[in-house]
């Protein structure tokens, strides 16, 4: 669940600045990549053991978690057993939990996936795909924050999100125009939407024009590290205040590797504190010399 | 688990013959639509009860099941076990069986998706959303049948479907286009695509243009019924055989009520065959008579 009455975008934007870092860890589980020291348990076992130490090793270094459902569905119900256990166990360590599960539905539908993924499952925020258009994602604005996909990292997304249409804008941009009309019907007091966007970092020529497009949007932002995307990539996901994104890492983070198989918690530690530091230099400094030149009419 | 070795394509298409109808029902559970017989049971027990019923009632009545996701999901694990169960007992009363969740995701992710749905949950075929990009699609192909979202029933679906591309032709028509060319990697000896579309019977106006799009896909066409399509708007979505469509039809043949509730099979029996008997008649008799009178070039 999440805590009693305060707007998903203002719990988040809160977790942020308690950190003073928008970055977010992916959860992306894959029993062949665990520390060896897991492996000699049952996979769904080593998948909780990793989940849960990793969500409770993470408090007060980043403000928020990500998980990958593809990684606990693929083992059935005891997956999303699981799934469950590190949700709550994220939220104990004061973490804001993402789902990711890009679910997109019609209305009736729409509306069990809301019961799931917040109610069911208690994470705070989750993605959806906008492809049926707005009256599958406004579902879920009335139970928690959901991250809407308009320009996902990964290369096969050119072939459909950069086509032009006659309106001279994107399908990408005709996207985000939805998301930014949808996402008015719930603004919290720091004037961002429960609806967010995912916005990946490898296409940063477009992250502008889509900032523009929707500025109460917070911008969900993967393709860091490992997929390519630098702090140069993610800068204008951002509002010049340094504020309005979230950038994530996965695999450079949950993987980063030991020599010590006994203690495979501290590596992911340091990774984690690494990434927090890269982007909070890279973003929030540039954002805190920029604030202070200009105003803010956002808030 | 799929039949062994049989293309996804053939087993449909000859599930299909067997019964002499291209019709689907959907399996969308709500506990307050249930029997009142079953009310009296916990909401799962209810869910499970209800389900396994209707699918071992609609044996050798309908060629094909599809599940809501959605609706097992808001039950957390415990709804996904009914959900394996339905779908083994659909397989044990000679149902092909379409798991509609509607995933998309990319590469890792959509593997682990496609182990979910068919290695996982035994389901033959499962519904995709292709805005990722074809990288999200492709992966579901080596495992089992997907049907891509092309052009959806619902009507918010209009204000990103409908928008014509620089290119002459509209959103959903682009996404056909790479739904064709990504489905050539695996067609059956029928001449049918493992990889599907789903085409609204609501939107019937565009059915015949995304069916000279995709040849070779069969169309997954909700939206028949309760949604307000007719016999006459699903006739485009077939090829002038009577083949390469299914219909789907679920809250009216589900929740057909009884003035019995210590029987309520019988009612929904009756519903699926006449359900069946509508499409027989305004589809394939019509498909007979054309195929006298035309090639078989296709096939």
Chains 1, 2 share one sequence.
């Not at 950038?247 to 984690?272: E, G, H, L």
């Amino acid at each position: 669940m999440t805590t009693e009455k305060i707007h998903p975008a203002d719990r988040l934007l809160d977790a942020i600045d308690l950190i003073g870092s928008p970055v977010c860890v992916g959860l992306d589980p894959v029993v062949e990549k665990l520390p060896l020291s897991l492996r000699t348990l049952s996979p769904i076992a080593a998948i909780s053991a990793f989940s849960v130490g990793v969500v409770k090793a993470l408090k007060g270094i980043v403000p928020c978690v990500k998980l990958q459902s593809a990684c606990y569905e693929r083992f059935g119900p005891d997956g999303m057993r699981v799934l469950a256990e590190t949700i709550t166990a994220a939220a104990e360590a004061g973490l804001v939990t993402i789902l990711d599960g890009k679910r997109g539905d019609i209305g009736i539908s729409a509306e069990h996936y809301s019961s799931t993924m917040y109610d069911q499952y208690g994470a705070d925020w989750a993605t959806v795909n906008a492809y049926l258009g707005m009256d599958g994602v406004t579902p879920f604005l009335a139970h928690g924050g959901a991250f809407a996909l308009v320009r996902t990292s990964n290369p096969g997304s050119d072939a459909l999100q950069s086509i032009q249409t006659v309106h001279g804008i994107s399908i990408a941009q005709t996207v985000a125009k939805l998301v930014a009309e949808t996402g008015k019907v719930s603004v919290g007091v720091r004037g961002f939407s429960s609806l967010g966007a995912v916005v990946g970092a490898t296409k940063a020529r477009e992250a502008a024009s889509l900032r523009i497009l929707m500025p109460q949007q917070i911008f969900l932002v993967p393709g860091f590290g490992a997929q390519g995307g630098t702090v140069e990539d993610v800068r204008p996901c951002f509002h010049e205040d340094g504020r309005g994104a979230i950038v994530t890492a996965s695999r450079s983070v949950i993987f980063a590797t030991s020599d010590n198989p006994a203690d495979w918690i501290s590596p992911i530690q340091r990774a984690a504190e690494s990434f927090a530091d890269e982007i909070r230099t890279g973003i929030l400094r540039v954002g805190i010399s920029r604030t202070e030149s200009t105003s803010t009419e956002r808030r």
